[in-house]
């Protein structure tokens, strides 16, 4: 069994992967905070020193009155 990844996924991990750096006005459902929340919630931190801190606002105000 090989533990290396392939160049698909070394790809997508390391050399095409972006922050977001532009956002929506389109909310986030009670369904799409969950799944993300799934996908995180065991992930590695620094040496299991920084736990996870999630903060969800919601606000009928813009993002840019913030």
Do not use: C
Not at 17 to 44: C, H, S, W
Request: hydrophobic residues 40%; negative net charge.
């Amino acid at each position: 069994m090989s533990l290396a990844l392939d160049a698909v996924a070394q790809d997508l991990l390391f050399r095409e992967a972006r922050t977001a750096n532009t956002f929506t006005d389109e909310p986030v459902t009670d369904e799409q905070m969950q799944a993300i929340y799934d996908l995180v919630k065991y992930g590695p931190t620094a040496f299991n020193q920084t736990p996870l801190r999630i903060t969800l606002v919601r606000s009928p105000r813009p993002a840019s009155a913030w």
